[in-house]
C-alpha cells in the first residue's frame, strides 16, 4: 500500500513563496494522477492541483497563476510550488493518490490514500 509523506510547510508572509514536497514510497506513482488539497480551518478539504499520468496540469482558480505542481517519477515525489501567497491560502495541505479528476477538478474517493498533511501558515 501506499504511503505519502509531505513535507514544505511553514510560517511565511503575504506574497512569499513555499513549496510543498511529497514523497510516495510502496509503489511507483508513475502511472497515477497526484494531486495537493487544503483544509482549513472550519472548511471542508478543497481541490488544490493535481498533474495527471500524462502530465496534465489543473488548478483550482483561487491559485491558478500562482500555484504550480510537478512531479518526479524517479524520485516518487510531487511538489507544489506556491507562489505569492495571501492569508486566505493558509491551511492544513494534503498530498493524494488515486482519486478522480471530473472536469479538471481533482475528486476524492473512498480509495484515495492521504498524507499526513503539513500546515501553511500565511501572515498579512
Known amino acids: 500500500q501506499v504511503q505519502l509523506v509531505e513535507s514544505g510547510g511553514g510560517l511565511v508572509q503575504a506574497g512569499g513563496s513555499l513549496r510543498l514536497s511529497c514523497a510516495a514510497s510502496g509503489r511507483t506513482l508513475s502511472s497515477s494522477n497526484l494531486g495537493w488539497f487544503r483544509q482549513a480551518p472550519g472548511k471542508e478539504r478543497e481541490f488544490v492541483a493535481t498533474i495527471t499520468w500524462s502530465d496534465s496540469t489543473y488548478y483550482a482558480d483561487s491559485v491558478k497563476g500562482r500555484f504550480i505542481i510537478s512531479r518526479d517519477n524517479a524520485k516518487n515525489t510531487v511538489y507544489l510550488q506556491m507562489n505569492s501567497l495571501k492569508p486566505e491560502d493558509t491551511a492544513v495541505y494534503y498530498c493524494?493518490?488515486?482519486?478522480?479528476?471530473?472536469?479538471?477538478?481533482?475528486?476524492?474517493?473512498?480509495?484515495?490514500?492521504w498524507g499526513q498533511g503539513t500546515q501553511v501558515t500565511v501572515s498579512s
Open positions: 493524494a493518490v488515486n482519486f478522480q479528476v471530473v472536469r479538471s477538478i481533482g475528486v476524492p474517493t473512498s480509495r484515495t490514500t
